[in-house]
């Protein structure tokens, strides 16, 4: 008989390649995680790991139980939410995680709806990067995260995660408004912009990976003079003449900031965001009101 916490451990070792970010991810110490993976083994009665140096390399074995762990660990959500289901109340609390634009342009809207239709509904709304929520969405810590991949980079890791988009919308070039290239309509080209100063993301590597993508594909490498994990800041630049940008609308929507948006030309660029839940877990009614509120809200923005 196998327990399923240790199957979750297991699940999180092949997802995330070692012990150490799996003990990470579980919020476990690595000596922890080990313990219960040679427990596993014992379990499972077969060699489950290959020692690499410091790593634990899946077996055929290792790889067969971790397809059935996800299929054991989605069960397990539906049979909470029918479980849930029978009540035909909307009640509880349901955790929610946004990435900063999109808690004040999707989030908020759709939790103020909820509280109208469903009083006796709680969200608890935490502000997280895509990579921490699907983490933490993984790990029940939370229920529902809302996400973004862009176009030009890999897409999300999906592993026991249903993705739901919701947004898609092209990535623009940023310039002051009184930039020389703000008074001439429709799109511009990156080259056109490779001697300006260039304005980037700390904490979104993503976006900061797609712009070093898009302007080496142009010839160029983009000289990134600022950098700010604040995106109030970042188009606060923008908009003091100090260099350019590339932003998706819903930022800048959400700051209302007094620069100039082009088109990127030759280039679709694109982030898409989507609502992510665990496997299994949509037909808990509290989970569907938020899914259904966040929909709504995200098409009315």
């Known amino acids: 008989m196998f327990e399923v916490r240790r199957l979750r451990l297991l699940r999180e070792l092949a997802a995330h390649g070692t012990v150490a970010a799996a003990a990470e991810a579980c919020a476990l110490t690595p000596s922890a995680v080990s313990q219960q993976l040679a427990l596993l083994e014992r379990e499972a009665r077969t060699q489950l790991f290959v020692r690499d140096g410091r790593r634990l390399l899946l077996t055929e074995a290792a790889k067969v139980l971790v397809a059935h762990t996800e299929i054991i660990l989605a069960q397990l959500e539906r049979a909470r939410a029918d479980v849930s289901a029978l009540d035909h109340r909307v009640q509880g609390t349901v955790r929610l995680a946004a990435f900063p634009s999109a808690a004040s342009g ?11 239709y469903h009083p006796d509904l709680n969200i608890a709304l935490s502000e997280e990067e895509p990579a921490q929520s699907l983490v933490d969405l993984r790990m029940r810590r939370i229920d529902i995260a809302l996400v973004y991949e ?63 993508r898009a302007c080496a594909t142009a010839g160029f490498t983009p000289r990134l003079d600022y950098i700010s994990d604040d995106y109030t800041v970042v188009l606060a630049l923008v908009q003091s003449g100090l260099g350019v940008s590339l932003v998706p ?53």
């Open 150 to 212: 862009y176009n030009l980079l890999p897409r999300l890791p999906q592993s026991g995660v249903e993705l739901q988009a919701v947004l898609q919308e092209p990535l623009l070039l940023a310039l002051p408004s009184r930039h020389p290239r703000a008074e001439a309509e429709g799109p511009l080209t990156l080259e056109a912009l490779r001697d300006e100063h260039w304005i980037a993301p700390r904490r979104d590597h993503s976006l900061r990976t797609v712009l070093e």
């Open 106 to 116: 999707v989030a908020a809207p759709a939790i103020a709806a909820c509280r109208a």
């Open 249 to 301: 609308p819903l930022l800048v929507e959400q700051l209302a900031a007094d620069v100039t948006l082009r088109p990127v030309e030759n280039f679709a660029l694109t982030r898409t965001v989507s609502i992510a839940t665990r496997a299994g877990s949509g037909a808990d009614p509290a989970v569907n009101a938020l899914v259904l509120a966040l929909r709504r809200a995200a098409r009315q923005g």
